[in-house]
């Protein structure tokens, strides 16, 4: 079994900045790719961000490219998104995700809301 943690959510201003973690432990052999996902409410759940964890290749959503960083730590099994210049829009509980040898799993969630 993976169990993902994510930390950093909160409420901020738009225009402000957030970096959201997320650490992965368990039975980890070999992590494909870790990414995270987004949901407001009403809405279905989308892709945000993801990383491929052999080359560091990363894949962002249009909405986000430009002022969101997807990054990792492939010691610590853990991923980062640094979010910046935040909008009113991109305020969505925010789920972390690893595919771990074909098998997705998904954290907890964590929000993020950002006022206008």
């Known amino acids: 079994q993976v169990r993902l943690v994510e930390s950093g959510g909160g409420l901020v201003q738009a225009g402000g900045s957030l970096r959201l973690s997320c650490a992965a432990s368990g039975r980890i052999f070999s992590v494909y790719t870790m990414g995270w996902s987004r949901q407001a409410p009403g809405k279905e759940r989308e892709f945000v961000a993801a990383i491929n964890w052999s080359d560091g290749n990363t894949y962002y959503a249009d909405p986000v490219k430009g002022r969101f960083t997807i990054s990792r730590d492939n010691a610590q099994n853990t991923v980062y998104l640094q979010m910046n210049s935040l909008k009113p829009e991109d305020t969505a509980v925010y789920y972390c995700?690893?595919?771990?040898?074909?098998?997705?799993?998904w954290g907890q969630g964590t929000q993020v809301t950002v006022s206008s």
């Open positions: 995700n690893i595919d771990e040898r074909g098998s997705k799993y």
